[in-house]
């Protein structure tokens, strides 16, 4: 004598549901953007009336490095629009006058795996400064790819130098300590 049961045919589909969620999910691997530089202290002397003892505009003498990965899942759904570096600010102690920006400098792409007629370039950014929103984003650069994509296919992009620049300093802005993260993302354009 069988006996059907109901629970019997949930827990199997539950089961094999899994397991496909786990295969598929073993081969999918999301895109990544590292960044290594330091944090950025701008000192402006001490204004005391308008005139030229200051400049109103600092660049950051070093530079962020901006690095990373764009898997062949990615790669797949991009075709020939591009994966969009940008960027916006997120102020912690802030005043709305002063302005961050941002130019790209640099750049490398290598692709891995099999893949015919290939390439992968980094454009934009590096001719002038972009300002850096703090509502929306805005790209700062964009990794292009093209070519026929066979197994195991990455890129990896690494040596992007970000140098920054604050503007808006003026003898109206308070004398105080104001500080903001820029955060940098990835995805597709």
């Keep these: 004598m069988k006996i059907k049961s109901p629970f019997f045919k949930e827990q199997f589909l539950k089961r094999y549901l899994y397991i496909i969620a786990l295969i598929v999910g073993g081969h999918l691997q999301g895109q990544t953007i590292n960044i290594a530089g ?12 308008a005139g030229t003892n200051y400049a109103g505009t600092y660049d950051n003498p070093g ?13 797949n759904i991009l075709t020939s629009s591009g994966a ?10 802030w005043n709305s006058a002063l302005k961050l920006y941002a130019k790209r400098s640099g750049g490398t792409t290598k692709i891995n795996g099999i893949c015919v007629a290939c390439s992968a370039t980094i454009t934009g950014g590096n001719v002038n400064f972009v300002e850096i929103p703090q509502a929306g984003s805005v790209a700062l650069s964009t990794i292009t790819f093209s070519g026929l994509l066979g197994l195991g296919n990455n890129v990896q992009y690494s040596a992007i130098n ?28």
């Design 38 to 49: 330091t944090s950025w202290t701008v000192s402006v002397p001490t204004i005391t009336e």
């Design 63 to 75: 530079q962020l490095v901006l690095s990373g990965n764009l898997p062949s899942s990615f790669l």
């Design 84 to 93: 969009r570096i940008s960027m916006n600010y997120v102020p912690t102690s």
């Design 162 to 189: 970000v140098q920054l620049e604050i503007g808006g300093v003026s003898v109206a802005i308070p004398a105080t300590t104001y500080s903001a993260q820029i955060v940098f993302t990835i995805g597709a354009n």
